[in-house]
């Protein structure tokens, strides 16, 4: 099945700053590779997704890579802000196109 | 976005008793859910697939006999946690989608097993 890694766990950046976050998956079957955005006892609400064929997507501060032959993905969050701070999850569809797997988090400090 | 609602958003029971909480779209037909388990500071796990009008897809390691899923129709899917015991504590979150891809999350139900 999917394995998808993710890193760092943990980040803390300045605000202003620019944050990355990367994850690698193991399926190349995967095509669809969503971001969410978790604050403490909320669901996760996604902030940008990427499918295979597309290698760049952004939305405002917000931007996801993808690398289909390197299998892996990343999301950078320019100009960061105190409210950018949360738990961060990427996901990989796998199997079904609308089953996911998760990496397993980066928590984001935005500090003063 | 599409909506998903889950009831209840905390429940607290005593071990050995059945919990059951449910997960609703609002403005779009699933005829696939997923539900998903949480522990403090850990990742999603997914549960297992309910597939409207047939049986439960379990992921490897999860008792079907323990979480019982139930999908009867395109808005509502229900997950039992039966004869709930201390470790079964946890965030529970459903989800679910009108496409293909993008899934919507449920608000997720906190329970805790005393």
């Known amino acids: 099945g999917e394995n998808v890694e993710q890193h760092p766990s943990t980040l803390s950046v300045q605000e202003g700053d620019s944050a990355v976050i990367k994850c690698t998956y193991s399926?190349?079957?995967?095509?669809?590779f969503p971001w969410y955005k978790q604050e403490l006892g909320k669901r996760p609400q996604l902030i940008i997704d990427?499918?295979?064929?597309?290698g760049e997507k952004k939305d405002q501060r917000i931007a996801v890579t993808l690398n289909k032959t390197a299998k892996h993905f990343s999301l950078h969050i320019t100009e960061t802000q105190p409210e950018d701070s949360a738990v961060y999850f990427c996901?990989?569809?796998?199997?079904?196109?609308?089953?996911?797997?998760f990496g397993t988090g980066t928590r984001l400090q935005v500090t003063l | 976005g599409a909506v998903v609602s889950q009831h209840p958003s905390r429940v607290i029971c005593k071990s050995g008793t059945s919990v059951k909480i449910e997960c609703r779209s609002l403005?779009?037909?699933?005829?696939?859910m997923f539900w998903y388990r949480q522990f403090p500071k850990q990742s999603l796990m997914l549960m297992a697939t309910?597939?409207?009008?047939?049986?439960?897809?379990?992921e490897q390691g999860v008792e079907k006999d323990k979480f019982l899923i139930n999908h009867a129709s395109l808005t509502l899917s229900t997950l039992t946690v039966t004869s709930a015991h201390p470790e079964d504590s946890s965030f529970y979150i459903c989800s679910g989608g009108a496409s293909s891809y993008e899934q919507y999350f449920g608000p997720g139900t906190r329970l805790t097993v005393t």
């Open positions: 990427i499918r295979s064929n597309v």
């Open positions: 399926d190349s079957a995967s095509n669809y």
């Open positions: 309910s597939n409207e009008g047939s049986k439960a897809t379990y």
């Open positions: 996901a990989a569809n796998t199997g079904t196109a609308s089953k996911l797997t």
């Open positions: 403005d779009f037909q699933a005829t696939t």
